[in-house]
């Protein structure tokens, strides 16, 4: 299986654990990611588009013209990502005035681009038929002690024209996957719920908040960690996770992990190659329950 | 002469009421032209998009009430409104809306309406997306550091306190990435230009 890789910039940067993980795990399954030669931002869902639309249009555009030369489908770990790629195929697909106008703007640099490329989140490859079946075979440490809040936040499931990996009021595909390696899932208010996204840097106040609500109530049901499938997500519930405590004044402690870790750690990857030394709220405490030897 | 006096008020009233009722009017058909305006007038009022809001406690109007008010023309209540730079596009109220209005992409259009006239009340949060479109389009990607150093508040301690303490935390574990990505950008220019271009037509 070969696929064109869209990190996103945040599983570039701030979340490089992310994708550092998804390629350990992609490598055992023998999925091949070739990532997208000199891709560039997508757009950011509103960041851009709120400020120039058309311009936002274009950048995502670029990074599916040049996947179209690569002649694969696309797949990428940010949710947000996901969203906006494929926000910008319906609108190419269905707006036949912004399909000419973004495709001059693209001439201009040597691409067309109408819409055809298929665009994958990572959970959705992961969770095919044939991959699970893989995944399975390759579980070499049941994580049978972790109960798994699964978050799939927004962009995975909503809105559905655009988003439709899974229902989107009551997802359960990550919750299968929770499964598939052993642990145990956890049903909770707020697995669809917002994490605040990019109003972590507008109004933190309220994205704090939001973030808390999920924490806690994930926490309340019996979570002891939770799997998040986006690194924006992944920032909001982890890297905030502190600031969220001494906010509110409370006690939370509840290690966020990608998905791809949950399932690296169940394939018996080591835990430094999943890059969990660069979780904020240390994963530490959960890996005797996981049972692996690490030091 | 009083007599005409009194009618010529009457005429200038009803031809200001004509007026405001034309600019309404005008609104309405200028929001349904945008992406996200398609199906306001469908609206019934139901207020599922209000009940499963996550932000409708930070806002000034639920997004029912917004729709209600671009309804009825309330232009400058609308644009001035928290609620459209509140909302975090999680689509929720979209998702069930049972008669199809986009609000979220309708509140991204109205940004970008309030920013391109010169509305906007809040700048912080229109500085957050000028400044975001000017990282990127700098470099071709998302760079955190920069962005959060053209957002500091250089007169609010507190928040220099948090933000120091929050990039350590990141700092510590090589989550921030002090180098810049380097990419080909040569190409950012002419697909900005092009659709500076586009969008003014
Ligand atoms: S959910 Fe839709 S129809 Fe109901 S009040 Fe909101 S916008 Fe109107
Ligand atoms: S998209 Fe905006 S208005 Fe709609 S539910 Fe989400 S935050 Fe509220």
């Not at chain 1, 109530?217 to 960690?225: D, I």
């Not at chain 2, 209540?77 to 975090?88: A, D, E, G, N, R």
Request: charged share 25%; glycine share 4%; with cysteine.
């Amino acid at each position: 299986m070969k696929y064109a890789f869209y990190p996103g910039c945040s599983s570039h940067s701030t979340e490089k654990e992310y994708e550092d993980s998804t390629k350990a795990i992609c490598k055992v399954l023998d999925i091949e990611l070739v990532e997208v030669p000199d891709w560039n931002c997508c757009g950011a869902i509103d960041a851009v588009y709120s400020f120039k639309p058309l311009y936002s249009i274009a950048l995502a555009a670029r990074n599916l013209a040049i996947t179209k030369k690569m002649q694969m489908d696309m797949v990428t770990p940010c949710s947000a990502c996901y969203f906006t790629l494929n926000r910008t195929n319906k609108i190419l697909r269905e707006d036949a005035g912004t399909k000419s106008k973004v495709n001059e703007a693209l001439a201009n640099i040597g691409f067309n681009y109408n819409g055809s490329v298929r665009v994958w989140h990572l959970a959705d490859i992961l969770l095919s038929d044939i991959v699970l079946q893989k995944i399975k075979e390759k579980v070499k440490i049941q994580l049978t002690n972790l109960n798994v809040a699964s978050y799939y936040g927004c962009y995975l499931v909503r809105p559905p024209k655009i988003c439709n990996f899974d229902d989107p009021e009551h997802p359960t595909r990550l919750d299968n996957l929770v499964e598939t390696i052993g642990a145990s899932k956890v049903d909770y208010y707020g697995k669809t719920r917002c994490c605040g996204a990019l109003l972590g840097i507008t109004d933190e106040e309220l994205a704090l908040k939001m973030s808390k609500d999920i924490l806690l109530s994930a926490k309340n049901s019996g979570a002891n960690c939770l799997a998040t499938a986006c690194p924006v997500c992944h920032f909001n519930l982890d890297a905030r996770q502190k600031d969220i405590e001494s906010r509110f004044d409370i006690k939370i402690n509840l290690p966020v992990l990608h998905f791809t870790q949950l399932v690296g750690l169940a394939f018996g990857i080591e835990p430094k190659q999943l890059g969990l030394q660069r979780n904020c709220v240390s994963p530490r405490k959960i890996y005797p329950l996981t049972m692996t030897s690490v030091s | 002469m009083s007599h005409e006096k009194d009618k010529l008020t009457a005429e200038a009233k009803t031809i200001q009421i004509g007026v405001r009722k034309k600019s309404r009017r005008d609104f309405i058909k200028e929001v349904m032209k945008m992406p996200g305006g398609e199906k306001i007038l469908e609206c019934i009022q139901c207020g599922s998009c209000a009940g499963g809001c996550p932000t409708m406690f930070a806002m000034d109007y639920s997004p029912m009430q917004i729709i209600k008010m671009i309804n009825l023309g309330m232009k400058e209540k609308v644009l001035s409104s928290s609620t459209i730079w509140v909302c975090s596009a999680c689509y929720t109220c979209a998702t069930r809306c049972p008669r199809n209005v986009n609000f979220p992409t309708l509140m991204m259009s109205l940004r970008n309406k309030t920013i391109r006239e010169n509305l906007v009340k809040d700048c912080a949060k229109s500085d957050f997306h000028k400044y975001f479109f000017e990282v990127v389009n700098k470099y071709g990607r998302f760079h955190e550091p920069e962005l959060l150093v053209k957002f500091l508040d250089m007169t609010n301690f507190d928040s220099l306190l948090h933000n120091a303490r929050l990039g350590l935390r990141l700092f510590k574990r090589g989550k921030l990435q002090l180098r810049a990505p380097k990419i080909e950008t040569s190409w950012v220019c002419s697909i900005l230009e092009k659709t500076d271009q586009k969008e003014s037509q």
